[in-house]
């Protein structure tokens, strides 16, 4: 069985070569809009705006402060549909696995640090990956623990 990090991994990668295609500098309504040689004038007439709320809606699309409500709405007026998507920049069981890496080597240090302080010097460095191993197991077991502060 599939964690959801994987599930959700797999989803994402059905879609990376979407990752790839990023925003138009001046954004995916005025490109669409002019690609169509639709006017400001029509398409606030296809909205139900006035030609200048049109403009103001590609302005706020560009400088990125449109809703996700007026973007489906703008996108559904010029025949096309939102795909809204967080693309992590890596696999989500990498991140969980990165992080938890990092936590077991800290808790790794602490105890060593108190060994030593005890003079009970941890030398077996089999051991310390036997520990490093349980420690990441459980650790991925409850991602929850992962994300609280260090």
């Known amino acids: 069985m599939r964690t959801p990090a994987q599930q959700l991994d797999k989803r994402f990668a059905a879609i ?5 295609v990023l925003r138009p500098e001046k954004g995916w309504i005025k490109a669409v809009r002019e690609a169509l040689g639709m006017t400001t004038s029509q398409l606030g007439k296809r909205l139900g705006v006035t030609q200048q709320r049109a403009a103001m809606l590609e302005k706020a699309e560009a400088d990125g402060s449109i809703t996700l409500k007026s973007l489906e709405h703008a996108a559904q007026s010029l025949g096309c549909r939102v795909i ?4 992590p920049e890596q696999p989500l069981s990498q991140t969980m696995r990165a992080r938890a890496e990092k936590i077991a080597d800290q808790q790794l240090r602490s105890v060593e640090q108190t060994m030593r302080l ?3 010097s941890v030398t077996d460095s089999e051991l310390r990956k036997d520990t490093r191993v349980r420690l990441l197991d ?3 077991k ?5 994300w609280d502060e260090l």
Request: no cysteine.
């Open 118 to 120: 005890e003079d009970q």
């Open 142 to 146: 409850k991602p929850a623990r992962l």
């Open 84 to 87: 809204y998507v967080f693309y």
């Open 138 to 140: 459980q650790l991925l």
């Open 16 to 20: 990376s070569n979407l990752a790839a």
